[in-house]
Protein backbone atom coordinates (compact mmCIF):
# COMPACT_ATOMS: atom_id res chain seq x y z
CA UNK A 1 0.00 0.00 0.00
CA UNK A 2 0.63 3.60 -0.63
CA UNK A 3 -0.12 6.49 1.84
CA UNK A 4 -0.19 10.20 0.75
CA UNK A 5 0.12 13.10 3.85
CA UNK A 6 -0.46 16.69 2.11
CA UNK A 7 0.61 19.89 4.10
CA UNK A 8 0.64 23.29 3.53
CA UNK A 9 -3.25 24.17 2.68
CA UNK A 10 -4.58 27.13 4.81
CA UNK A 11 -5.71 30.57 4.64
CA UNK A 12 -4.67 33.49 2.19
CA UNK A 13 -5.08 36.65 0.72
CA UNK A 14 -5.77 37.56 -2.90
CA UNK A 15 -2.20 37.83 -4.08
CA UNK A 16 -0.52 35.86 -1.89
CA UNK A 17 1.50 32.12 -2.03
CA UNK A 18 0.97 29.09 -0.66
CA UNK A 19 3.10 25.82 -0.86
CA UNK A 20 1.39 22.59 -0.52
CA UNK A 21 3.37 19.17 -0.49
CA UNK A 22 2.38 15.71 -0.80
CA UNK A 23 4.74 12.85 0.70
CA UNK A 24 4.12 9.15 -0.30
CA UNK A 25 5.12 6.33 1.69
CA UNK A 26 4.90 2.55 1.88
CA UNK A 27 5.65 -0.23 -0.22
CA UNK A 28 6.67 1.95 -3.43
CA UNK A 29 8.57 0.27 -5.97
CA UNK A 30 8.59 3.36 -8.87
CA UNK A 31 6.13 6.98 -9.29
CA UNK A 32 5.23 6.77 -12.59
CA UNK A 33 3.46 10.46 -12.09
CA UNK A 34 2.47 12.93 -9.16
CA UNK A 35 -0.11 16.04 -9.25
CA UNK A 36 -2.98 17.66 -7.84
CA UNK A 37 -6.58 17.95 -8.46
CA UNK A 38 -8.79 20.78 -6.43
CA UNK A 39 -12.69 20.65 -5.94
CA UNK A 40 -15.26 22.71 -5.35
CA UNK A 41 -18.30 21.79 -3.59
CA UNK A 42 -21.07 20.82 -6.71
CA UNK A 43 -18.63 21.16 -9.34
CA UNK A 44 -16.47 18.51 -11.04
CA UNK A 45 -12.87 17.94 -9.23
CA UNK A 46 -10.02 19.69 -12.29
CA UNK A 47 -7.19 18.70 -12.79
CA UNK A 48 -4.59 21.43 -11.58
CA UNK A 49 -0.82 20.10 -12.36
CA UNK A 50 0.78 16.56 -12.37
CA UNK A 51 4.74 15.95 -12.78
CA UNK A 52 5.95 12.88 -14.73
CA UNK A 53 9.11 11.81 -16.23
CA UNK A 54 8.06 13.63 -19.88
CA UNK A 55 7.58 16.78 -17.52
CA UNK A 56 4.94 18.96 -15.92
CA UNK A 57 1.32 19.94 -17.09
CA UNK A 58 -0.65 22.97 -16.04
CA UNK A 59 -4.70 23.72 -15.62
CA UNK A 60 -4.93 26.73 -18.48
CA UNK A 61 -6.40 28.80 -15.19
CA UNK A 62 -3.25 28.06 -13.38
CA UNK A 63 0.02 28.76 -15.62
CA UNK A 64 2.35 30.74 -15.19
CA UNK A 65 1.09 31.20 -11.61
CA UNK A 66 1.50 28.07 -10.17
CA UNK A 67 4.80 25.19 -10.29
CA UNK A 68 4.89 21.94 -9.65
CA UNK A 69 7.86 20.12 -8.48
CA UNK A 70 9.25 16.76 -7.09
CA UNK A 71 11.88 15.61 -5.07
CA UNK A 72 12.69 12.05 -5.50
CA UNK A 73 14.60 10.88 -3.08
CA UNK A 74 11.96 11.97 -0.88
CA UNK A 75 8.99 10.83 -2.72
CA UNK A 76 7.37 13.99 -2.03
CA UNK A 77 5.67 16.12 -4.67
CA UNK A 78 5.38 20.39 -4.08
CA UNK A 79 2.98 22.79 -5.82
CA UNK A 80 4.24 26.18 -5.03
CA UNK A 81 0.95 28.56 -5.95
CA UNK A 82 1.50 32.24 -6.21
CA UNK A 83 -0.83 34.95 -7.31
CA UNK A 84 -3.89 33.16 -5.44
CA UNK A 85 -6.96 34.04 -6.72
CA UNK A 86 -10.44 33.95 -5.27
CA UNK A 87 -11.45 31.37 -7.64
CA UNK A 88 -8.32 29.20 -6.82
CA UNK A 89 -10.52 27.99 -3.67
CA UNK A 90 -11.15 24.50 -3.23
CA UNK A 91 -9.99 21.37 -1.42
CA UNK A 92 -6.95 20.48 -3.26
CA UNK A 93 -6.39 16.76 -3.43
CA UNK A 94 -2.73 15.35 -4.00
CA UNK A 95 -2.72 11.87 -6.21
CA UNK A 96 0.36 9.51 -7.47
CA UNK A 97 0.62 7.02 -10.19
CA UNK A 98 2.53 4.27 -8.56
CA UNK A 99 3.43 0.09 -8.75
CA UNK A 100 2.83 0.01 -12.34
CA UNK A 101 0.25 3.39 -12.25
CA UNK A 102 -1.89 2.20 -9.68
CA UNK A 103 -3.38 5.47 -8.33
CA UNK A 104 -3.74 6.63 -4.88
CA UNK A 105 -5.21 9.70 -3.33
CA UNK A 106 -4.59 11.98 -0.68
CA UNK A 107 -6.68 13.06 2.38
CA UNK A 108 -6.91 16.74 0.66
CA UNK A 109 -6.07 20.21 1.87
CA UNK A 110 -8.25 23.30 2.13
CA UNK A 111 -6.86 26.20 0.35
CA UNK A 112 -8.99 29.51 0.83
CA UNK A 113 -8.39 32.74 -0.97
CA UNK A 114 -9.82 36.04 0.55
CA UNK A 115 -10.52 38.88 -1.87
Known amino acids: QVQLVESGGGLVQAGGSLRLSCAAS????????MGWYRQVPGKQRELVAL??????NYADSVKGRFTISRDNDKNTAYLQMNTLKPEDTAVYYC??????????WGQGTQVTVSS
Open 95 to 104: YVYANNWRLY
Open 26 to 33: GSISSINA
Open 51 to 56: INRDGT
